[in-house]
């Protein structure tokens, strides 16, 4: 009964303090402006499921896409055994579903066989991040904790896939020795081959197991309840990410509601912009952004797939589209934990342009949208860019020259270049 009751107390608490921390995050989410991600459901289901389901766009990269799904897929079938685990914990049963019989034989021969590609997965991953040293892996903003919480995950994930097959392994010498409690049940096509290096004595091998069976699911509460401070995040909100991405052609420009309030306002003198809405002109900071900014914020897995076909960061400028999402999710947290210590309204003189983004990371962008194409989960650093851009052009009138020059002979001349419109066919005259 005390294991009974302290597994249900540690359940109960972790799923508490998981609430909790996801609820501040939808919260810091809904600091953003609105925006209509309501329409085309059908398509937006079947992008879901292409896209976060089915992993399509990380196949541009064959190698570390297929070892992505062996990793994903297997964590999260093999977790499906936490359903008999919490069964076990709180019923103090073992191997509840061991009546099954061949199917469940079918079951936990195949959890091992995923637990072994999750395992081997993850080694190449860590040889890949910390021997190989993959470039698109490194940068100004992949400071320390970045590349320690990548780490962090692929370990603790190797440690849990080998805790599963220890316990297995000792379960399994236990049904041979016919220990009391341990049915025989399930089928160990990989533990078998470490049985040989448990003892033989029943008090050991069942403190094996027991240590084995606490540590899986201390490990997968602790899992669980990391992921809101991780990159990691993104296991769970790639699916609404995916699901509310942007459907319309990309390089299309959206029009600004504090735009259209003026355009209105100016037509008819007595429109009045709805309660709430704030007449800005582009973004200043995280608030000043869509909600849907801000959750591909929460949800870059800093993968540097969008930073490594970045034209401008490419040519050595100081532009990278993984820092624009990196940024935006550090300020975000900053403004929420504000929140948390004062309340709405605090200004710390922060701002997420000058504070976190330079004016020069948001000019060096060629509006060129391969950082969009390259994310494997429809994330859209560019939206954020330009809504930088338009706060600094509309609100404050800060450019660079080349912009003010176009925008001037635009203004002048209707057409980028600075020659008049009377002079603008003079190179098709006869010499």
Not at 275 to 282: C, H, Q, T
Not at 333 to 346: A, L, P, Y
Not at 388 to 417: D, H, K, T, Y
């Amino acid at each position: 009964m005390v294991s009974q009751i302290l597994f249900i107390v540690l359940t109960l608490a972790a799923v508490a303090w998981f609430s909790y921390n996801v609820k501040k995050v939808i919260r810091n989410i809904r600091l953003g402006k609105p925006a209509n991600r309501d329409d085309q459901p059908k398509k937006r289901l079947m992008t879901m499921l292409k896209v976060a389901f089915g992993q399509t766009k990380m196949f541009f990269r064959p190698v570390p896409a297929v070892l992505h799904l062996i990793v994903y897929a297997g964590f999260v079938i093999i977790n499906l055994e936490v359903l008999e685990i919490m069964i076990d914990g709180i019923f103090g049963s073992h191997r509840v579903f061991g009546g099954l019989g061949i199917f469940y034989n079918f079951l936990i021969g195949s959890f091992e066989l995923l637990a072994l590609g999750v395992w081997l997965g993850c080694a190449i991953f860590l040889i890949r991040r910390n021997i190989i040293r993959l470039k698109r892996f490194s940068g100004v903003e992949m400071t320390s904790w970045p590349k320690s919480d990548a780490n962090y995950i692929l370990i603790t994930e190797i440690l849990l896939m080998s805790a599963f097959l220890l316990m297995n392994a000792a379960d399994a010498k236990l049904q041979s020795l016919g220990a009391a409690h341990y049915i025989s049940a399930g089928a160990f096509p990989v533990s078998q081959y470490l049985t040989g290096l448990l003892p033989d004595t029943e008090v050991s091998l069942v403190a094996i197991e027991r240590g084995c069976w606490w540590f899986h699911i201390i490990g997968i509460f602790g899992f669980l309840n990391y992921l809101p401070y991780s990159k990691h995040f993104h296991i769970l909100f790639a699916f609404p990410n995916t699901y509310f991405s942007n459907l319309e052609p990309k390089g299309e420009f959206t029009n600004m509601l504090s735009v259209t309030n003026e355009v209105k306002a100016m037509l008819d003198p007595s429109f009045t912009p709805p309660e709430g809405e704030v007449g800005r002109f582009g973004a200043k900071d995280v608030n000043d952004l869509s909600w849907v900014n801000l959750m591909n914020a929460y949800t870059c897995t800093e993968c540097g797939r969008c930073t490594s076909v970045c034209p401008a960061n490419i040519t050595g400028k100081l532009l990278s589209p993984r820092k624009i999402m990196m940024d935006t999710r550090d300020r975000l947290e900053e403004v929420g934990k504000n929140i948390d210590k004062t309340g709405n309204g605090f200004d710390d003189g922060k701002s997420l342009i000058d504070t976190y983004i330079s004016r020069e990371e948001i000019w060096a962008c060629t509006s060129c949208n391969a950082c969009t194409q390259a994310c494997p989960i429809n994330i859209d650093p560019l939206a954020i860019i330009i809504e930088l851009r338009r706060f600094a052009v509309m609100e404050e009138s800060q450019s660079p020259a080349s912009i003010n020059a176009m925008l001037g002979n635009i203004e002048n001349n209707g057409a980028p270049w600075k020659y008049s419109p009377a002079d603008r066919f003079n190179w098709a005259k006869e010499s």
